[in-house]
């Protein structure tokens, strides 16, 4: 697949067939993304990656975790108060995932449902997880957020759908155990991975993006 049509092709899909991934793609994919550039070279990422048995010990996990009221916020994943236009863009794209759900607007409902579709992988059969060492800087959180790119975008290039999920954070508590990841390191998002289903409506969401202009300051 051109780039250009990866980039463009690439949505956070929601809905997923329980069709299975090969085992080889998911580790074609991470061969190809530790390419990715990273300041002074340092590749922070730490990856793990989730099928079978071992994905369905943490769906459950994370579920009794977020039925319990166990779910914690180790960091913002907004800043406080978050502002225009900011604040807009953000209700705005939950507004289509709730209506996607049939929901007119944010219920309490519907944010259970979404909170339970998220720690089910969106039924995709491939769940990742990124962690970073507890002691990097922004920098090396932006090193990530390139990697994930990445992974989305060679994801396209094989067919495959992804959505980047930064609510995996909120069980880093219990995911952490299950992967032998040692207690410190950060669970910055987890990814979901696999064929779209493409009948249903979570699986074709279309969030809007701001003209070049609106951020572009061009200088001559
Ligand atoms: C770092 C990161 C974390 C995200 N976390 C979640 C998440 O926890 N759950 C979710 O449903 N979507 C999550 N998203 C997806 C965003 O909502 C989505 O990228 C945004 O609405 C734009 O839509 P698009 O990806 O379909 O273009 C995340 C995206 C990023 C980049």
Known sequence: MELTEAIKSRRSVRAFTDRTVPAEWVRDILDHARLSA????????????????????????????HEAGETRNPFPVYPP??????RTRRRDAGT????????TGRTAEGTDHMARLNYGFFGAPVGLFFFLEP???????TDLGLFLQNVMLLCRDRGLSSCPQ????????VV?????????NVLVAGMSVGFADEDDPLAKLQTDRADVDSFTTFHD
């Open 38 to 65: 990273s300041g002074g070279n340092l590749q922070p990422w730490r990856v793990h990656v989730v099928t079978g048995e071992t994905r369905a010990r943490i769906v459950a996990a994370a579920l009794r975790a």
């Open 81 to 86: 108060g978050l502002w225009e236009p900011y």
């Open 96 to 103: 289509l995932r709730f209506q996607a759900l049939g929901e």
């Open 135 to 141: 002691r990097m800087e922004p920098s090396q959180w």
């Open 166 to 173: 930064a609510v995996w954070s909120t069980v880093s508590h």
């Open 176 to 184: 952490r155990p299950i992967l032998g990841e040692p207690e410190a």
